[in-house]
T-cell receptor, first 115, second 115 residues
Framework: AQSVAQPEDQVNVAEGNPLTVKCTYS??????LFWYVQYPNRGLQFLLK??????LVKGSYGFEAEFNKSQTSFHLKKPSALVSDSALYFC?????????????FGRGTSLIVHP | EPEVTQTPSHQVTQMGQEVILRCVPI?????FYWYRQILGQKVEFLVSFYNNEISEKSEIFDDQFSVERPDGSNFTLKIRSTKLEDSAMYFC?????????????FGPGTRLTVT
């Protein structure tokens, strides 16, 4: 079975500071990992994904995420936060073992960037 | 940039009434999905659809729910007899493929309120 956890309901960071939004996962096989962002009154937008290869994945809007197999984590990062990054962030996982193509989403983490 | 669209943006209905939520997926995508998000809770998978039939469905997707692709562009979710607990944001999504590495593209959602 696949599952994903986002341990923080909310992350607060000052503009210009680095940000991290945490995600851990559990799978039976290998993970395919995704980050999505949701702005107010909008649907989820794809940010980046890890399938295989380099553990550091770069995505849209300057975001990146680091896959850590030993810690079963896929934390989202950005070196310098912008106020416009304030949104709801979702981590999602698909398991290569299990037969389903449907991702499981985390509960979401609200990122608030203060000016 | 192509996007998934959904109508209406907000639907208010009385308990026991039928509702149809409409979606227009991205034109060259082949796989379609419905998710829901109850306020403050996680994004939950309802159903996936490919080649005019349901590919996967969750336990939530019971006999009260149905999906249809009535023409070459629309993808609809019907709830036959709405319950109070059906109140949620409903998201349509589409993807180019269904393999584990494909990301999904989400619409802006329809907020369904059942009174």
């Amino acid at each position: 079975a696949q599952s994903v956890a986002q341990p923080e309901d909310q992350v607060n960071v000052a503009e210009g500071n680095p940000l991290t939004v945490k995600c851990t996962y559990s799978v039976s096989g290998n993970p395919y990992l995704f980050w999505y962002v949701q702005y107010p009154n909008r649907g989820l937008q794809f940010l980046l994904k890890y399938i295989t290869g380099d553990n550091l994945v770069k995505g849209s809007y300057g975001f990146e995420a680091e896959f850590n197999k030993s810690q079963t984590s896929f934390h989202l990062k950005k070196p310098s936060a912008l106020v416009s990054d304030s949104a709801l962030y979702f981590c999602a996982v698909r398991d290569t073992r299990g037969g389903s193509y449907i991702p499981t989403f985390g509960r979401g983490t609200s990122l608030i960037v203060h000016p | 940039e192509p996007e998934v669209t959904q109508t209406p943006s907000h639907q208010v209905t009385q308990m026991g009434q039928e509702v149809i939520l409409r979606c227009v997926p991205i034109s060259n995508h082949l796989y379609f999905y419905w998710y829901r998000q109850i306020l403050g809770q996680k994004v939950e998978f309802l159903v996936s659809f490919y080649n005019n039939e349901i590919s996967e469905k969750s336990e939530i997707f019971d006999d009260q729910f149905s999906v249809e692709r009535p023409d070459g562009s629309n993808f609809t979710l019907k709830i036959r007899s709405t319950k109070l607990e059906d109140s949620a944001m409903y998201f349509c999504a589409s993807s180019e493929g269904v393999a584990l590495g494909y990301e999904q593209y989400f619409g802006p959602g329809t907020r369904l309120t059942v009174t």
